[in-house]
Structure formats: structure tokens, C-alpha cells
């Protein structure tokens, strides 16, 4: 609603033909219908008088009754949340200044019941004296909360779009790239075969076909494996409770001869009591990932351990998986950690697919999760696992 929808010259003729301020200014029934109907608190400030009045319809924003909130700006500027201050009181006094026609401002003010609400808040002078200079100003107060509530959801709606599109574009990429390379090793091979003079020359080359053809297997299948997930990732059900000790010691069950076979003893501090709503399907893969990284690449040279541990917050849990294993280098592989096909200990472990982190941040992810990492080489790493708290 732009300011010029409320007319202030007829507000004025009717209501502050008075020079004093009182709830008299209100009484005519037509208009105080508008603006009850509107559900928009009107202000008036008489500059010379430095006297305020705020409608009982402002006041009935915050929660408050007419009687509850003094007529003085203080009353009213206190509230404003201290982050907004700076930019309330700068644009009102660009407007006293004559700097632009109109003020505006959105700012959030605090309620009678601690929350707080986005006002937008409209003004304009009215009075100036024979110098020009403003004695009177009047104008608006409009709750535009359930606006900013939409405008944040269509924010985080563009920035998930965004973030989907960028790792679409690196999937199909990864993709085309794979493919292209099994191809294109199929070709030469083949090429070659047609040129050998020699059976052990053919038999050779045949090897190769079967080493490529089992790569090409295994790529197909890991993508298969990555398209099922982020099929799934919009629909999949984060309304079953979990309860997280349970669900972690099973895993931690299933690794045990792995562990055993490492020497990495695997504490689960995670309270009995502790539950999530999620997908416990995904959750067991998390946590099946993360700790199986901990034993495959804990440090033969200590007494290695596995520690699973929760943070609460109000709104937030938190789950730390942190190891003294051999680490990761952060300084070369910082940007490349979450990425497909990335390993961080060399070419030569057979036992490294590189999909294992990409595969479990998307699972984090589709539980609407944060996951983070920190890791020194030669002391450990620490994965974290956000999520909000179901209300």
C-alpha cells in the first residue's frame, strides 16, 4: 500500500482542525470505521509542542490497550528493535530535512507478549510555519509481519532453486565428463585391438576392456545411487522419531569387526532420552558413513577413538562426530570436501570411492540439516550435523 492511498489533506480537515491532540480527533464514525477496517494505526506529532499521539489501533499492534502505552515517542521509539534504530530515526529526519517527500521506514517493534512485529511506518508534514520549517507531521502504522514471513520463505525458496540448479549443473557435468571418459577409453582400446599383431597383444587389451567396463559399472552405479537420493530428497518423510542413541549404537554394531580390526574403540555419548524427527533410513546412512570414514582412516600410530556427541539449543540440535584419526588436509581440499569423486589420501587406497561425503551431505540436506567440517592433518576430523527442532 503506497502512502498516497491514505489521504492526508482529508484526515487533516477532519480530524486536526483542533489544536490540541485528544482521542476527539477519532470520533467521527466514518473514519474511524476506515481505519478499524484497515487494521491501520494512525500518528500525529506536533513538532513545535514536541506532543505525540499514537490511535488505539497502533497500539493494538503491539498488543497493547489505549490506555497501556503513553502518548510519547519514547514509548514508541524504545520498542523499535535495536537494529533498526539507526535507519528509523535517519529516514525520518531525511523527511524533516526535506530530503525526500515521504518518510518510510520497516522496522520490527517489540510486543507486549516479548515477540516481535514488522511495521511499516508512513509519514508525511503537513504544518510548516512561516520559515518553512515542519511543525506538524502525521502518518501511518501498517503490521506487515505476515509479508516478511512470505518474502523470507521466498527467499530461502530462491536460494534452495539456486543452490539446486549450481549442483545440477556440476552432477551433469560430473556426468558427461565420466561417461565421456569410459567412451573415449573404449575407442582406443578398441582401436588398438585392431591393430595388435599378437594373442597376448589381444588378451591384454581385452584385460583393459574389462578393467574399463568394470569402472563404467561402478560410476553407473554411483550415480544411480546419487539420483535416487535426490529423487527422494524433496518427499522423504522427517516425521518418524529417531531415537538417536539407538539408532547410532546399531550402526556402531554393524562396524565392529571393522573397528576391532583397527584398534578404534567408538564412544556413543548421545543420551537415551535424546529424539529427532527425521528419516531414520537416511540418518542410519549419516551415521553409517561418517563413522565408518573415523575406523577407515583413523591413525595406526594411536590409540584411536570415534566420539558421537549432541549439543541442544533452542531451536537447534547438534551432532559431533569427531576423531583422532589421520585428518584431513583443509588448506588443498577446503572447497573440494563435499564434492563427487574427491579423496583426500592419496590415488592408491582401493578402498576410496569418493562419493561417500557428497552422498551424506545430500542426505543432510534433504533433512533440511547443515553439515560442517574441521579437521587438522595428523589430529583428526570433526563432522557437525545441524537440524532444527520440530515445534
Not at 530530503?99 to 504544518?127: A, P, Q, S
Not at 582400446?189 to 589381444?202: C, G, N, R
Not at 588378451?203 to 561402478?218: F, M, Q, V, W
Not at 578404534?264 to 553409517?288: C, G, M, P
Amino acid at each position: 500500500m503506497k502512502f498516497s492511498d491514505f489521504n492526508l489533506t482529508n484526515y487533516k480537515s477532519k480530524f486536526y482542525e483542533k489544536n490540541h491532540l485528544s482521542n476527539d480527533n477519532f470520533e467521527d464514525q466514518k473514519y474511524k470505521t476506515a481505519v478499524e477496517i484497515s487494521n491501520v494505526g494512525l500518528w500525529d506529532w506536533d513538532i513545535v509542542s514536541n506532543k505525540v499521539f499514537y490511535s488505539k489501533e497502533s497500539k493494538q499492534l503491539l498488543g497493547y490497550k489505549d490506555s497501556e502505552l503513553k502518548n510519547k515517542s519514547k514509548a514508541w521509539d524504545d520498542k523499535v528493535h535495536p537494529d533498526d534504530r539507526e535507519s528509523y530515526f535517519k529516514d525520518f529526519k531525511a523527511h524533516i530535512n526535506g530530503d525526500v517527500e515521504y518518510y518510510e521506514n520497516e522496522y520490527r517493534i517489540l510486543c507486549k507478549d516479548g515477540t516481535y512485529k514488522w511495521i511499516l511506518d508512513k509519514g508525511k508534514v503537513i504544518e510548516k510555519n512561516d520559515q518553512n520549517k515542519p511543525t506538524r507531521i502525521i502518518g501511518t502504522h501498517t503490521d506487515i509481519s505476515h509479508l516478511k514471513k512470505n518474502q523470507d520463505q521466498q527467499n530461502k525458496n530462491l536460494q534452495l532453486i539456486t543452490s539446486q540448479n549450481k549442483r545440477l549443473y556440476s552432477f551433469t557435468h560430473i556426468v558427461s565428463h565420466n561417461l565421456k571418459t569410459h567412451i573415449g577409453n573404449f575407442k582406443n582400446i578398441l582401436e588398438f585391438y585392431d591393430d595388435a599383431e599378437t594373442d597376448t597383444e589381444k588378451e591384454d587389451l581385452i584385460r583393459h576392456l574389462k578393467s574399463i567396463s568394470e569402472s563404467l559399472t561402478n560410476t553407473i552405479v554411483d550415480l544411480d545411487d546419487i539420483i535416487t537420493i535426490k529423487s527422494k530428497a524433496q518427499v522423504s518423510q522427517i516425521n518418524e522419531r529417531v531415537y538417536l542413541h539407538n539408532c547410532c549404537s546399531k550402526i556402531i554394531e554393524s562396524l565392529s569387526i571393522e573397528s576391532e580390526e583397527k584398534g578404534v574403540t567408538i564412544h556413543n555419548a548421545l543420551r537415551k532420552d535424546e529424539v529427532i524427527l527425521s528419516n531414520k533410513s537416511y540418518l542410519d546412512s549419516i551415521f553409517y558413513n561418517l563413522i565408518s570414514n573415523g575406523i577407515k582412516y583413523s591413525d595406526p600410530n594411536k590409540k584411536s577413538q570415534i566420539i558421537i556427541q549432541s549439543v541442544h539449543t533452542k531451536d537447534t540440535i547438534k551432532i559431533l562426530i569427531s576423531d583422532n584419526g589421520i585428518g584431513i588436509d583443509m588448506e588443498k581440499f577446503k572447497d573440494h570436501i563435499f564434492e563427487m569423486y574427491q579423496t583426500f589420501h592419496g590415488t592408491n587406497r582401493q578402498d576410496s570411492r569418493g562419493i561417500g561425503l557428497y552422498i551424506t551431505k545430500t542426505q543432510v540436506e534433504a533433512l533440511q540439516g547443515v553439515i560442517q567440517i574441521e579437521s587438522k592433518l595428523n589430529e583428526g576430523t570433526a563432522f557437525s550435523l545441524t537440524f532444527q527442532k520440530q515445534k
